[in-house]
């Protein structure tokens, strides 16, 4: 990691504090409305908000845009995500610059779905670089000011690139071996795939070992018990605990709405107050809490890790 | 080999549309391997479009005769010149490139512009058998097999990543995007732990070179491609024994 700091994020990463940080999702649609009017209700809670770059491989607003249009509109320091399926390493270098210009200041670096599980089935699917070559790419140009071909950048981009982890892989010791490998290219912060099971997240952490680079785990409280099943059937190397998944069910048939949202919200912080209390205990750096659209759950559970 | 599929018929009839009189012709190479282009199949397709009312000449190709060598299929061309000049439309019942050599030696050499149609769709370079094959390699240009346990992250990942595995991985070790394949990287870190070379896993791989991947590609030989005419012909002797079984009947 260079010593430069470029962002609140690697600032507060880099003091040591416990991080939190939070989830927008851009939608298929003409403006970026509904992510701005999140992100200013998440001012305050989390220090950072990752913009996704097409989930799951639906094709939404560019998320560079997003992300420069959120931090202009609400303030907010946005993780700008970038992936690798839509992309050659020309689109992924200029889109590089262009964050830079924008002034966004964190970007991670994901390999993505691949096109065929999302809404835009037939596009060529590019992953010219993966991830761990992106992040590669991204360090050589904040920290040398070089591109790909050794061509000088004048006035490099300055910001910081992360990486994805997923604990809950079949196969940990690959998934480790692949970690380990984006430590190699120079990521400056991790960050889990959502996590359920406290024994998912210590095995990852005992076959990782110790490592210099800060760990985010991924949290997922969903608002509706349709959000928990998705992640559950579509999302992969996520399972969702049964438990928790029929309590999110039976808060289906509650008619008022109120009443509705203070269950879910019970059963939410009932799972992960047992959760939050096992990280304490972890090495992980801080929390992602991808609560899309949920902003109201983010305090109580940030409570519980005081 | 390079394997295909049939057409569906549908899609060819669309194709002929307006064209009455139609030639099918065979390919005596892969397309005779994976059945998309032998005799048979050359006579079924025929008997299926003259069942739709159209008029259909065939010229089927001997075993080994390929549609893509065009020095020895031209041969079959020039043969049926007279057919060919008086037909709307030629189906080729090979691989993509079978279809566009034809064409070329029809439009350059005999000065027949007719269209020609692809009979079938071309699903990759495999290896395998004797009933399960697979895509292996795409003939890059610039083999990665010494730096991946020799399985071919381009091919054999569904992403095509130099350094995998993706986050998707199924719990079965399958793919993200298929549940009936492996997931390349993981066959490759099983392999690398085998070799004793999981050392490889964790470096990094450079993106890979397309610049070796120019398309089209051409490829110029010193000296055309001879065969020694007898041990030629035992050797398609005893590919056509095990190919059809045990009676070949070869026209010597
Ligand atoms: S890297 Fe893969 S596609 Fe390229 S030549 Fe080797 S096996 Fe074939
Ligand atoms: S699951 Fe494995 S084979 Fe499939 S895309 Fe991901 S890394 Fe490649």
Redesign the pocket.
């Known amino acids: 990691m260079g010593d430069e700091v470029y962002s609140d994020l690697m600032r507060e990463l880099k003091e040591g504090k416990y991080v939190f940080t939070g989830e927008l999702e851009p939608e298929k649609a003409g403006d970026v409305n509904e992510p701005i009017e999140m992100a200013k209700e998440l001012v305050g809670m989390v220090v950072a908000c990752n913009v996704t770059d097409n989930p799951q491989s639906f094709a939404y607003v560019n998320s560079m845009a997003a992300s420069y249009l959120i931090q202009k509109e609400a303030g907010m320091e946005c993780v700008y995500q970038l992936r690798c399926s839509d992309r050659n390493r020309m689109a992924l270098l200029s889109d590089v610059l262009g964050a830079g210009a924008l002034g966004l200041k964190n970007i991670l670096a994901l390999a993505g779905d691949?096109v065929s599980l999302g809404d835009t089935k037939d596009a060529k699917p590019v992953f010219d670089l993966d991830s761990t070559t992106l992040i590669k790419l991204i360090r050589t140009m904040v920290d040398e000011g070089k591109d790909l071909g050794g061509n000088e950048i004048h006035n490099p981009p300055k910001l910081h690139v992360g990486g994805a982890a997923a604990p809950g892989a079949a196969h940990l010791k690959a998934e480790v071996g692949k970690v380990k490998r984006k430590i190699n290219a120079g990521v400056e912060y991790l960050q889990t795939q959502v996590v359920y099971y406290t024994d998912v997240l210590d095995k990852f952490f005992n076959e990782l070992g110790k490592v210099d680079v800060p760990i985010l785990v991924g949290i997922f409280p969903a608002r509706t018990f349709g959000q928990a099943d998705f992640f559950d059937k579509y999302v992969a190397g996520v399972d969702v605990p049964p438990d928790y998944l029929e309590a999110m069910r039976a808060t289906k048939a509650i008619k008022d709405k109120e009443k509705k949202k203070e269950e879910v919200d019970r059963v939410n912080i009932e799972f992960f107050t047992g959760f939050l209390e096992h990280l304490k205990g972890t090495p992980a750096a801080g929390c992602h809490m991808m609560a899309v659209g949920y902003p109201r759950i983010i305090p109580p559970l940030k409570k519980l890790m005081e | 080999m390079i394997a295909q599929e049939k057409k569906p018929m549908e899609e060819i009839l669309g194709y002929l549309e307006g064209k009455q009189k139609v030639v099918v012709m065979g390919c005596g190479g892969c397309a005779t391997f994976y059945r998309t282009g032998d005799t048979k199949a050359v006579n079924e397709l025929a008997e299926n479009l003259t069942k739709e009312g159209k008029d259909v000449f065939k010229i089927p190709l001997p075993f080994s005769i390929q549609a893509c060598e065009i020095e020895k299929s031209g041969v079959f061309l020039e043969k049926n010149r007279k057919e060919l000049e008086n037909r709307d439309a030629v189906l080729v019942m090979s691989c993509g490139g079978g279809v566009q050599v034809v064409a070329e030696y029809m439009d350059e050499k005999m000065g027949i512009a007719k269209s020609v149609i692809p009979a079938n769709d071309a699903i990759g370079l495999v290896g395998g058998g004797p009933t399960h094959l697979k895509e292996t390699c795409q003939s890059c240009g610039m083999c990665e097999l010494g730096k991946t346990a020799g399985i071919c992250p381009l091919t054999?990942?569904?992403?095509g990543?130099m350094n995998?595995?993706?986050g998707?991985?199924r719990v079965d070790n399958k793919?993200?995007?298929d549940e009936n394949?492996d997931?390349?990287?993981?066959k490759i870190y099983e392999r690398m732990e085998k070799l004793d070379e999981l050392d490889k896993f964790t470096s990094i791989r450079d993106p890979h070179e397309w610049s070796k991947t120019k398309r089209p590609r051409l490829f110029e030989m010193e000296e055309p491609v001879k065969i020694n005419a007898s041990a030629g012909i035992g050797a398609i002797k005893g590919m056509m024994a095990v190919t059809f079984g045990p009676k070949p009947k070869l026209d010597e």
């Open positions: 691949h | 054999a990942c569904g992403k990543l995998g595995p993706c998707g991985v793919c993200e995007i394949k997931c390349a990287w993981v």
